[in-house]
């Protein structure tokens, strides 16, 4: 007996997978993990070799192309956030974000089938790897080089102004005489003539309605580029997030996750540098953005829409991809082929659904052609409605 439960636990530690079911696997790490099984490679070593090149994971920070620190800004940027260079997209940071309490219905949605589970996984490291491609490796296992845009960082100090830069409708709340300026976390406004759009940070998933901007007691108005110096509004982590949704999900990180949530006010500049350099905090925000973060009033989070089993066209690459980037860039190649690639890994068969379906187009039901993995605004619209 003693030795059967020796090699049972050796077998664990060569395999990964000995306390997964895979006949139903659950989450992240056991999709992960069952996967392996079927190449008989560990889970780290199946996520190191076969869903993303380690050598590759965050490989701009381990060896920075020619021409990608041309301005000073890219080499400030580069000094002060590639200190932990190669460990910020790591196998333990993925599967220790994934297993916050928030996320655990990733890839474990109710009533969803192992296939299915497969295919949100596939649909989120596609768009992660698409974000973060150092197109080394025809879209297989060459996601994960950037946590950081780099390319846009053309100046020689933080006051240069990215092309993500907040407009001035975007507006925060800041508390009154504190150093450093610490923001509201339960709120965020855009404003427009008549009123605000009010996106409240402290649900889940997040919620957006029509109201005024209205910073609580204690605190001011204030616009949300005004948090952190232009060149700090860039792409960033896994995801890349961006302008609003950077501020969407620090609110939402201190009202539901961190160390002694809820807290109502954190300071957004020193979030922000963190983000860069934390792999877990980096990933909490992709799993965020993918499963509680939504674009508009009255829509659903991508997770919502990957896992819904009456609208099985919405369950492919095209809908997520209209989804995060607003349009079809690099959809073909690029999110497509690395859909494919993940969907092979986990011997899941692509088969595109297309039928007749009723789009909201201005308003009006209107039957409209759709298919899977035909991306356009169409099936975007159809998708993302409760």
Known sequence: MKYLLLVVAALTMITGYAHADCSLPCGVEELITCAAQNNNMSAEDFYNNKLFLKANLDGFCVSPPAGSQDYQLQKDFYKSYCTNAGSYYSYQ????????????????????????RYKELANFLATIAQETTSASAKHTNDGLYWRYENGWLMGDNTSYITPYYPENNWVVATQNNTSPLLTY???????????????????????????????????????????????????MGATQLTKDSMMEFFGWYYQNLATGYPIDAADYKAF???????????????????????????????????TDPNKLVCQDIAAVSRMVNGGCNDYNPGRVDYYQYFLGLFNVTLTPVSGTYNVLINNVPTPTQLNSMACDSNIQAYCQVQ
């Open 272 to 306: 922000v540098t963190t983000y860069i350099q934390d792999g877990v905090l980096g990933f909490n925000g992709a799993f965020w953005y993918w499963i509680y973060r939504i674009n508009g009033s009255g829509y659903r989070t991508i997770h919502q829409v990957v």
């Open 93 to 116: 940071n993925f599967i220790t974000a994934s297993k916050s309490k928030p996320f655990t219905d990733f890839g474990c949605a109710a009533n969803t089938t192992k296939e299915l």
């Open 185 to 235: 976390t339960g709120a965020l406004w855009y404003s427009v003539s008549g009123g605000a759009n009010v996106y409240n940070l402290k649900t889940s998933p997040m919620q957006i309605s029509w109201g005024q901007v209205t910073p609580p007691s204690g605190y001011s108005q204030a616009t949300l580029n005004s948090l952190i110096e232009p060149a700090y509004w860039i792409g």
